[in-house]
T-cell receptor, first 111, second 114 residues
Framework: DAKTTQPPSMDCAEGRAANLPCNHSTISGNEYVYWYRQIHSQGPQYIIHGLKNNETNEMASLIITEDRKSSTLILPHATLRDTAVYYCIPTTNNAGNMLTFGGGTRLMVKP | SQTIHQWPATLVQPVGSPLSLECTVEGTSNPNLYWYRQAAGRGLQLLFYSVGIGQISSEVPQNLSASRPQDRQFILSSKKLLLSDSGFYLC?????????????FGDGTRLSIL
């Protein structure tokens, strides 16, 4: 799996957009970019994934650069409940393929 | 919609005692099932995965075992727990199919060995 670099922490004001960057310059052609988050003492929560096109769902938007070496997760209107550690994970995610959670970004949403 | 249940949420066990953690998935058929462990301050480690009833693949040799007696039931067991078995155990499921399918996690069991 590709190695990732994420800022260790970020702050965001409640109601504003949170933009979380991730560098994955060694991503291979068949790896998708997955984003998960983990709120303290809970299991990881799947957010979104994409291959090369930008994606949007009810939780977030995912912007992937054309060269696929980096991506940005966007939470359009952050709430206090979005405070969590966010993980960017390039993976093929086939059966038996372990999800490798790196250090992630600790997002603190402040009132 | 699909849901995944793990129990118990927390467990304190003495060294040498047996273990049985249960995970069930609702709202889907024939899912891939996974057991992970997260040690304190560390990432997730895949322990076992299953693509069908009775089919178990082990990723890390250890004194734990897994079984899948029913399509949507995954059990993690040990005959004799070690201190090193302490951790946060997570069950996950994903759809079987072509292309990428995200894994969805339960809320985990926090296991402390005394």
């Amino acid at each position: 799996d590709a190695k990732t670099t994420q800022p260790p922490s970020m702050d965001c004001a409640e109601g504003r957009a949170a933009n979380l960057p991730c560098n994955h310059s060694t991503i291979s052609g068949n790896e998708y970019v997955y984003w998960y988050r983990q709120i303290h003492s809970q299991g990881p929560q799947y957010i979104i994934h994409g291959l090369k096109n930008n994606e949007t769902n009810e939780m977030a938007s995912l912007i992937i650069t054309e060269d696929r070496k980096s991506s940005t997760l966007i939470l359009p209107h952050a709430t206090l409940r979005d405070t969590a550690v966010y993980y960017c994970i390039p993976t093929t995610n086939n059966a038996g393929n372990m999800l490798t959670f790196g250090g992630g970004t600790r997002l603190m949403v402040k009132p | 919609s699909q849901t995944i249940h793990q129990w118990p949420a927390t467990l304190v066990q003495p060294v040498g005692s047996p273990l049985s953690l249960e995970c069930t998935v609702e709202g889907t058929s024939n899912p891939n099932l996974y057991w992970y462990r997260q040690a304190a301050g560390r990432g997730l480690q895949l322990l076992f995965y299953s693509v069908g009833i009775g089919q178990i693949s082990s990723e890390v040799p250890q004194n734990l075992s897994a079984s899948r007696p029913q399509d949507r039931q995954f059990i993690l067991s040990s005959k004799k727990l070690l201190l090193s078995d302490s951790g946060f155990y997570l069950c996950a499921w994903s759809r079987i199919g072509t292309g990428n399918q995200p894994q969805h996690f339960g809320d985990g069991t926090r296991l402390s060995i005394l």
